[in-house]
């Protein structure tokens, strides 16, 4: 949690930090045409990618399969599209890299490997009980 509290206060002044060095390095209108550009090509792409991890869904549903990488790669696409329309260029190496198809894969492959989606409700990604816990299953009456 203070790892999350860091970066929401790092961010924004890295982003400004960036900003001012770039517009000083190659001036204020082509910073501002740059972070306009990046702004469109991500909408473009996350509309792209989008399209293409719902087909990917709807294929392997129709198919009887479970979708699970596609599950994944829907919240990594839309993070990726919101630090895309973020102005700024870090955030924007960030959207681009989570719209970055294998790159996706191997961020949805890590995420499934390792459990990281286990609630405690259990579901589709409960993580399956150890193998050191002694459980007896069985039934039991009580006679009076």
């Known amino acids: 949690m203070q790892i999350l509290f860091l ?15 770039m517009g ?15 702004a469109v090509l991500g909408a473009w792409l996350l509309r792209q990618q989008g399209f293409a991890t719902w087909q990917r869904f709807q294929s ?9 990488y596609e599950m994944i790669e829907g919240p990594i696409i839309l ?8 102005p700024g260029f870090f955030t924007d190496m960030l959207g681009f890299a989570c719209l970055i198809p294998s790159l996706r ?12 989606l286990a609630g405690a409700s259990g579901g589709a990604f409960h993580q399956p009980q150890r193998q050191d816990q002694d459980v007896i299953e069985g039934e039991y009456r009580k006679d009076e």
């Open 7 to 21: 970066c929401v206060l790092a961010i924004p002044f890295l982003e400004i930090y960036v900003l001012l060095q």
């Open 24 to 38: 000083g390095l190659i001036g204020v209108f082509p910073t501002v045409i740059l972070v306009v550009f990046t």
């Open 60 to 68: 392997n549903l129709a198919q009887g399969s479970i979708p699970a």
């Open 79 to 86: 993070v990726g599209g919101a630090l895309l329309l973020t």
């Open 105 to 116: 894969r191997k961020i949805a492959q890590y995420i499934l490997e390792n459990h990281l």
